[in-house]
């Protein structure tokens, strides 16, 4: 008797079988890897350090970018506007005479012109703030023309306030806009505008009108 052979399996039923398997094990490799990588990168953000932490932790100012500029705000309460009388202007070159007369200050039998504008406040003392954010750069005591606080801000501005008692600052510190910093009094040296504050605006060292940054009756 023959020996009846094994029938084996056709080439193309092998190929059908290999089709079966092979393209879901290419994807399911895929999605492994694309799994692996979303895990790799969430694990590296994860220990990665918070810039912004360090910088608190080491002390270091975090700059808002987005913060508005500030503008100079009046150095006294806003309610008390409608009382306020400008003694002295500042000295205007270009300003009409009138108001050059009244920017001259008499001192020692000379006139010296004003930097700045003298404010009063029904003559009676007032609280002094801070024009704007900064850091204050020198308090000078002096009874003969009281004492005198000089604020730096940014863009090489700063703000003097002359006439002044009651100090609350002290050199180095950093105040913001509208925080009380001193008490208005009356000087020798003009003793004629009695209890006032002579308020000035510098730009990178020269003197500017206060009345171009804010609006004085």
Known sequence: MREEKTKSPSQKNKRKQTKSWFWPAIYSGIAIVFVGMIWGYTALIKDAPDKTDSAKDSGEVVVDVNASKESFKYPFSEELLNDVAILQDYYDMEADEAMRENALLVFNQSYVTNSGVSISIDGKPFEVLAAMSGVVEEV?????????????HADGQKTVYSSLTGILVKEGDEVAQGDPIAT?????????????????????GEPVNPGKHLAFK
């Open 140 to 152: 000078t005591t002096d009874v003969f023309s009281g004492d005198e606080i000089v604020l730096s």
């Open 184 to 204: 208005t009094t009356q000087n020798e040296w003009n003793p004629a505008a009695g209890v006032h504050l002579l308020f000035e605006i510098y730009v990178d």
